[in-house]
């Protein structure tokens, strides 16, 4: 019985080190790591600003904007009135479409401060944004129902 037990055990560990031994071979392909993840975009807005908002797409609702936020890693986040509405507690909720997308998309954790190319999706009216969060140094408003549009962060490259 021992005999048993102590040749399953060599054969359990032999498996495991000879799968090893065949990832680490010359010539053996190593598995890669997922590419960058791209969108397909509708609009290029191109260089925007950190007071750039997506109200200018306003009604264009489901098309992909991307922005190619321009970064400055000493500039202040925003706070209170004229800054981001909504967003939620994790950053990929729905945003009002006045407020500043590049500081969305630091708040959702897409870009850093630095910058980066942003990609966000138009969306309607909605009854409610909430807000009320910070993350990544960006503080959001919670805002009730709004005539304009919103949009959420899809994500950057």
Same mark, same amino acid.
């Given at each position: 019985?021992?005999?048993?037990?102590?040749?399953?055990?060599?054969?359990?560990?032999?498996?495991?080190?000879?799968?090893?031994?065949?990832?680490?071979?010359?010539?053996?392909?190593? &598995? $890669?790591?997922?590419? +960058?993840?791209?969108?397909?975009?509708?609009?290029?807005? *191109?260089?925007?600003?950190? %007071?750039?908002? /997506?109200?200018?797409?306003?009604?264009?609702?489901?098309?992909?904007?991307?922005?190619?936020?321009?970064?400055?890693?000493?500039?202040?986040? &925003? $706070?209170?009135?004229? +800054?981001?509405?909504?967003?939620?507690?994790?950053?990929? *909720?729905?945003?009002?479409? %006045?407020?500043? /997308?590049?500081?969305?998309?630091?708040?959702?954790?897409?870009?850093?401060?630095?910058?980066?190319?942003?990609?966000?999706?138009?969306?309607?009216?909605?009854?409610?944004?909430?807000?009320?969060?910070?993350?990544?140094?960006?503080?959001?408003?919670?805002?009730?129902?709004?005539?304009?549009?919103?949009?959420?962060?899809?994500?950057?490259?």
């Amino acid at each position: 019985m021992r005999f048993l037990t102590l040749l399953c055990l060599l054969v359990l560990v032999g498996c495991s080190a000879a799968s090893d031994a065949v990832r680490s071979l010359p010539g053996t392909p190593t &598995p $890669s790591t997922p590419p +960058a993840q791209t969108f397909e975009y509708d609009v290029l807005h *191109g260089a925007a600003d950190w %007071d750039t908002q /997506v109200s200018d797409y306003r009604g264009r609702n489901g098309d992909i904007v991307a922005f190619d936020c321009q970064g400055d890693p000493n500039e202040t986040p &925003p $706070s209170g009135a004229g +800054a981001v509405y909504g967003g939620g507690a994790d950053g990929r *909720g729905l945003f009002t479409d %006045d407020s500043r /997308v590049c500081w969305a998309g630091v708040f959702a954790g897409a870009i850093p401060r630095t910058g980066g190319r942003l990609y966000v999706e138009v969306r309607p009216e909605a009854d409610t944004f909430p807000g009320g969060y910070t993350r990544n140094a960006v503080s959001t408003l919670d805002w009730p129902s709004y005539e304009g549009g919103g949009f959420v962060v899809l994500g950057a490259r």
